[in-house]
């Protein structure tokens, strides 16, 4: 199940970059949980905390450097949602500076019972809240 396309613009920070001013791979990584965070708290939830009982974690995470960003650049994020299974979410990026292309990435995020610490289904009305 794919969901819609989630925009989010970013500016990179002094803080995002080594001492040539280039985006450190780190950087990225912040941007894709910035715009997890803000995609999620437009649905109303609070991230990685799905509701009481309820936690994402990260299972698996990849990025794909293309192209270099550097201080001081907006970068435009998009980001769409994937149903991967009943546990497993998948938050799929792409980072544009204008029509070029910097980085594109995927977080994967396994669902668990808070209190088990152990994997759970994602509670269907979220599911289909994230993914729709």
Not at 35 to 59: N, Q
Not at 83 to 93: A, G, T, Y
Request: one cysteine or more; a negative charge; glycine letters at 6%.
């Amino acid at each position: 199940m794919m969901g819609e396309t989630f925009s989010f613009v970013e500016d990179v920070q002094i803080y995002d970059t080594d001492a040539q001013g280039v985006v450190h791979y780190s950087g990225y990584y912040r941007f894709f949980t910035d715009a997890m965070h803000e995609f999620v708290k437009s649905k109303g939830y609070k991230f990685p905390f799905i509701d009481d009982k309820h936690w994402f974690v990260v299972l698996e995470s990849n990025a794909k450097y293309l192209n270099s960003a550097k201080v001081g650049d907006t970068l435009d994020i998009n980001l769409t949602v994937n149903s991967v299974s009943k546990k497993i979410i998948r938050f799929d990026f792409d980072i544009k500076r204008g029509q070029e292309q910097i980085c594109q990435g995927y977080v994967l995020h396994i669902c668990i019972d808070k209190d088990k610490w152990k994997s759970a289904d994602i509670p269907d009305n979220i599911l289909n809240e994230l993914t729709k």
